[in-house]
Nanobody
């Protein structure tokens, strides 16, 4: 089993930045082999992909977020990060961490962290 815990959400003004973290714990055999990622869900909308990162470090982003958001991974800490810059009110959502055997697999989910961007 794998547990994911997100942190770093909060309230920020438009144009500001936030850095989210997601720490994975549980199976020390499985975690290093897994891809991890970030998804978000705004009120009244479906959950959508933000970015994913493979075990080896290759990344995948939602087209609309390229250039503003950066995903990274610290394998020694079993932690991924999401650096979010130039935030917009439409980035307001609950951000969820995911993990799975492939880039788009979501076998495990965290509970989410709220990001609110004020105009």
């Amino acid at each position: 089993q794998v547990q994911l815990v997100e942190s770093g959400g909060g309230l920020v003004q438009a144009g500001g930045s936030l850095r989210l973290s997601c720490a994975a714990s549980g199976s020390t055999f499985i975690i290093p082999t897994m891809a991890m990622g970030w998804y978000r869900q705004a009120p009244g909308k479906q959950r959508e992909l933000v970015a994913t990162i493979a075990r080896a470090g290759s990344t995948n982003y939602a087209d609309s977020l390229k250039g503003r958001f950066t995903i990274s991974r610290d394998s020694a800490k079993n932690t991924i990060y999401l650096q979010m810059n130039s935030l917009k009110p439409e980035d307001t959502a609950v951000y969820y961490c995911s993990a799975g055997p492939t880039m788009l697999a979501t076998d495990y989910w965290g509970r989410g962290t709220q990001v609110t961007v004020s105009s």
